[in-house]
């Protein structure tokens, strides 16, 4: 049966974990496809509030497969710490959580060196989250890094290859003048752990096709966002991996003929964390209420996340790349109850005007928003259960985005809680799942 890929349409942080957690009571199974312990996922039930870093946030319903994909970097022992505080809190995960043997191990030296790049760029900071991805994925484009597979080697062989691993970036560490991890330690930790997470690793191609052959519902969990993506995001200041729906595939082992449904998910807003270009940022004191009713803070680092108006240019162009079959608009109570509302739907450069995103990192710098503004709404007003009953200036807001993005918003999430949720006419029937 085909797919669903929900992917981030922004900067990443705009609210897939609450897609996730909706749709899959719809679903049989669901596949994070990339990035590592850099993610933050939140997803607010009933039995309160889960954040997810590498296991995917679909797993809280009980008939649900979880699987980690090959396309990850993956952090065995926060994946055991995070597995820990999932089954302190009932949630029972024998049986139905997966990781790929190919996916690939993000070692000590790789936090140690993602942090020390860091600080050598200063100015130049892209604003890692210091989880050791970018030196993973290096070392795995390097043809030098070291899969979960190697979990499935007995403990002696395990020791060894580990140890050849830490050696070659303990040399990196050098470069930088900072002493050694001992390899008889690391080795030994990763030996300790092999036990624990040894039967979670399988060759997750087989499953998937297993699953899919069987009539299963697959759901593609994204991290980030379409504009953090190495390719296609604003380069240099993005992650490491493919977070377009072309990474769901590569990510997985599925096919393009697999793919039925792409939902982007946008914030009615915009956020960014970390540096780079960002031109509908706001500074003054929209920018502070918008992080303060957004809680906008990093689920991974606790940073605040800089915040803005929504970018229709970057929004059009996401939606170009990723062919969205429709789209989740999330958080329309964090800009409720404001005067007005922007949308930027141009940028103006040196007395020139821009519809397009811009690749070049030297013109984004210079771009300045054009916006048209709206009226606002009333914060209380969007406390209902259909598209109709919101007040006037808020579908008008949704349907001018729904127009210019050329895509139907299927969703509109109005809190962070399951329930506070509105559904539209979907582009995709739930009866064809």
């Not at 593609?220 to 072309?246: K, M, N, R």
């Not at 970057?314 to 007005?340: H, M």
């Not at 918003?409 to 109005?414: A, D, K, N, Q, R």
Request: with cysteine.
């Amino acid at each position: 049966m085909p797919a669903t890929v929900i992917v981030g349409g922004q900067w990443g942080d705009e609210g897939k974990a609450k897609v996730v957690d909706y749709l899959m009571p719809h679903h049989d199974v669901v596949i994070r496809f990339q990035g590592g312990a850099n993610a933050g996922h939140t997803v607010v039930n009933d039995d309160g509030r889960f954040a997810f870093h590498q296991i995917p946030s679909g797993i809280l319903y009980p008939h649900v497969t979880g699987i980690l994909g090959n396309g990850m970097v993956i952090d065995p022992f926060a994946f055991l710490d995070e597995l820990k505080v999932l089954i302190e809190r009932g949630i029972e995960i024998d049986g139905r959580l997966f990781i790929s043997s190919a996916a690939h191990v993000v070692m000590p030296t790789h936090r140690i060196l993602d942090n020390l790049y860091e600080t050598d760029i200063r100015e130049e900071s892209i604003g890692s989250t210091g989880k050791g991805i970018g030196p993973a994925y290096s070392d795995k484009y390097d043809r030098r890094g070291m899969r979960m597979a190697a979990f499935l080697l007995d403990k002696e062989n395990l020791f060894n290859l580990v140890r050849i691993h830490v050696e070659q970036n303990n040399k990196f560490l050098e470069y930088f003048k900072m002493p050694p991890l001992s390899l008889k330690k690391v080795a030994s930790d990763f030996a300790n752990i092999k036990d624990l997470i040894s039967h979670f690793i399988v060759d997750t191609q087989d499953i998937i096709y297993e699953l899919k052959m069987k009539g299963k519902r697959i759901m593609l969990e994204g991290a980030q966002g379409t504009l953090l993506d190495i390719d296609h995001g604003t380069y240099p200041f993005v992650t490491s991996s493919s977070c377009c729906v072309g990474g769901a595939l590569t990510g997985t082992g599925l096919s393009p003929k697999d793919i039925d449904r792409t939902i982007g998910i946008y914030k009615s807003y915009t956020t960014r964390v970390g540096n780079g270009p960002f031109p509908t940022e706001l500074t003054g004191e929209v920018g502070t209420t918008l992080r303060e009713r957004g809680k906008e803070y990093g689920t991974t680092t606790g940073r605040p996340r800089r915040c803005g108006w929504f970018d229709l240019v970057a929004s059009k162009y996401s939606v170009r790349l990723n062919g969205f079959s429709e789209i989740a608009l999330t958080k329309l109570d964090v800009i409720s109850g404001l005067p007005a509302v922007k949308i930027c739907t141009a940028y103006s450069m040196n007395g020139e005007t821009l519809t397009r995103f811009p690749q070049e990192l030297s013109v984004f710098h210079k771009c300045e928003p054009v916006y048209e503004e709206l009226p606002g709404w009333g914060e209380d007003e969007i406390r209902v259960d259909s598209f109709d009953e919101l007040p006037k200036n808020a579908r008008r807001y949704i349907e001018l985005l729904e127009e210019r993005l050329g895509v139907k918003i299927s969703f509109i999430s109005t809190g962070p809680a399951r329930g506070e949720t509105i559904v539209r006419e979907a582009a995709y029937s739930f009866d064809k799942q």
